[in-house]
């Protein structure tokens, strides 16, 4: 089986501010690798696909990055609406979700 | 517009069994393949199970594995996850989800949820 683990597990930011969020995998998935976004009491809502591919409708401060077992997803200004928390997850072999970074306000 | 809406949660006790359906709209349903992904009480995304748009190959991890079977009615626009021999660690909100393609990818469309709780 595949794990993901991401980094941190908690991220205090406030609006403006640059994140970075990393997912490594345990072994090597190429770019297989999505990332989405949750919000308390919502579905998860795509991001990233392919690893650096933005979803139709996302705005263009997300991006990703990365191959085989490193990826980073970037936020460059981080906005109100931002403040979620953010699943990366492999479909290289089944689908694995990493355990998650919750971006909170600082 | 893609619409995915669970239902058939509830209460159940330990041991117990429960269906889980989902109805789609919007798409082609029989192209794509559909996934179950549960998220317990605080806790993150855990996928359960998934299968092709024709249903012919099906995928199980290895928590729920020999407990839940996943089907699709295609002339319904239907999927289904049938839980048997529940837990209380199957306690979670299920939410299907829609596939980029017919053999898999990523989740592109996600249903509201809907809450299974396992307890005597």
């Known amino acids: 089986d595949i794990q993901m683990t991401q980094s941190p597990s908690t991220l205090s930011a406030s609006a403006g501010d640059r994140v970075t969020i990393t997912c490594r995998a345990s072994q090597s998935i190429s770019t297989w690798l999505a990332w989405y976004q949750q919000k308390p009491g919502k579905a998860p809502k795509l991001l990233i696909y392919k690893a650096s591919s933005l979803e139709s409708g996302v705005p263009s401060r997300f991006s990703g990055s990365g191959s085989g077992t490193e990826f980073t997803l970037t936020i460059s200004s981080l906005q109100p609406d931002d403040f979620a928390t953010y699943y990366c997850q492999q479909y290289s072999n089944y689908w694995t979700f990493g355990q998650g970074t919750k971006v909170e306000i600082k | 517009e893609v619409q995915l809406l669970e239902s058939g949660g509830g209460l159940v006790q330990p041991g117990g069994s429960l269906r889980l359906s989902c109805a789609a709209s919007?798409?082609?349903?029989?192209?794509?393949?559909m996934t179950w992904v549960r998220q317990a009480p605080g806790k993150g995304l855990e996928w359960v199970s998934a299968?092709?748009?024709?249903?012919?190959?099906?995928y199980y991890a290895d928590s729920v594995k020999g407990r839940f079977t996943i089907s699709r009615d295609n002339s319904q626009n239907t999927l289904y996850l049938q839980m048997n021999s529940l837990r209380a660690e199957d306690t979670a909100v299920y939410y299907c989800?829609?596939?980029?393609?017919?053999?898999?990818?990523?989740?592109?469309?996600w249903g509201q949820g809907t809450l299974v709780t396992v307890s005597s």
């Open positions: 919007g798409f082609t349903f029989s192209s794509y393949a």
């Open positions: 989800a829609k596939a980029v393609y017919s053999y898999g990818y990523q989740f592109d469309y």
């Open positions: 299968l092709t748009g024709s249903g012919d190959i099906t």
